[in-house]
């Protein structure tokens, strides 16, 4: 998911560079989409991660 946000800020700075505003818009919208998404799953499994966590073996 971080690899789309990613790959939509690049077109979104490719489009801003040539010039097309309303692309470069939509594109980084879903890359800030995206991006906080990703953000809200990484620390939801973190959290399930530490209060889960290994149980020690036999």
Do not use: D, W, Y
Not at 4 to 24: E, H, R
Not at 32 to 57: E, N, S, T
């Amino acid at each position: 998911m971080l690899n789309m946000a990613l790959l939509f800020l690049v077109i979104a700075l490719i489009a801003g560079v040539l010039g097309f505003g309303g692309v470069a818009t939509v594109s980084v919208e879903l890359a800030q989409i995206l991006f906080f998404v990703f953000i809200v799953l990484f620390i939801l499994a973190a959290i399930v991660h530490a209060f889960k966590g290994r149980k020690p073996p036999v």
